[in-house]
């Protein structure tokens, strides 16, 4: 318990060491451009095939449980959207990009550490948490919620594509459940999710990059370490906030 309060003081301090004005506004924009770059469309290609995927297995495994004539195909559609929207689309891509970006943004700053980058910077008279961490958590706060709005539209017509091809429901069908009783609410609920996960996913290996002491060995470590610890605190971010918000 000491041990988990002392990080979170650390990560505390840390962000509120990030939040003071750029010293240079130019060179801040084009870190925090590359980090959009970074996080957001080198990460596109993944979420686009994972949500493809998991559209069409949950088109075809609803299918497959819902075999009673008493209920309509529609239903089909509508628990692919719900699904997708409510759950699988923020969730699943924000643990899968918590190890793409994570590991990536603490070895990055972890090797910067260890290899006196940050001190130089800090001699120069840089704010390093402003400079280092400020873009990337900025980056992932607009990006991730964009890449979740396309992994819901990729996995709702990968779905649309998977019940064409496997005949378990027509077009008409699938529009006809894709409308009939969509929430609004939903969207809110997968976005407030995406923020948070965004700056979870973020935060955590900024810090514990941030704070690597030793050589490559813990590097790796404090690697392994920030994607378990980003997982498990996005998986109870998503139980606290659908208990709070649904």
């Given at each position: 318990m000491r041990n988990v309060l002392e990080h979170f003081g650390r990560a505390v301090l840390m962000l509120k060491g990030s939040i003071a004005r750029p010293e240079n506004a130019q060179v801040y924009w084009k870190e925090f451009m590359e980090q959009c770059n970074d996080i957001g469309i080198r990460s596109l290609p993944i979420v686009l095939i994972i949500s493809l995927f998991l559209g069409m297995v949950l088109t075809v495994q609803t299918a497959y449980q819902l075999v009673s004539p008493l209920v309509p195909k529609p239903v089909i559609a509508g628990i692919v959207r719900d699904s997708s929207i409510l759950e699988l689309s923020p969730t699943v891509i924000c643990i899968?990009?918590?190890?793409?970006?994570?590991?990536?943004?603490a070895s990055e700053l972890g090797n910067m550490r260890v290899s006196e980058q940050i001190d130089a910077l800090e001699i120069m008279g840089i704010n390093t948490k402003t400079?280092?961490?400020?873009?990337?958590?900025?980056?992932?706060?607009?990006?991730?919620?964009?890449?979740?709005?396309?992994?819901i539209a990729v996995s709702i017509w990968g779905g649309y594509i998977a019940g064409m091809f496997s005949s378990i429901l027509s077009r008409e069908q699938f529009h006809q459940g894709l409308v009939q009783g969509f929430v609004p609410y939903n969207i809110?609920?997968?976005?407030?999710?995406?923020?948070?996960f965004a700056f979870i996913l973020s935060t955590v290996p900024a810090y514990y990059?941030?704070?690597?002491k030793g050589?490559?060995?813990?590097?790796?470590?404090?690697?392994?370490?920030?994607?378990?610890?980003?997982?498990?605190?996005?998986?109870l971010a998503d139980y606290i906030l659908t208990v709070l918000l649904l």
């Open positions: 899968v990009l918590a190890g793409v970006v994570g590991s990536k943004i400079y280092l961490v400020l873009p990337k958590i900025i980056a992932a706060m607009i990006m991730v919620p964009c890449l979740i709005i396309i992994s809110f609920f997968a976005m407030v999710k995406a923020f948070t990059g941030y704070h690597v050589g490559a060995l813990e590097i790796g470590r404090a690697s392994t370490t920030a994607v378990v610890v980003s997982c498990i605190m996005i998986l």
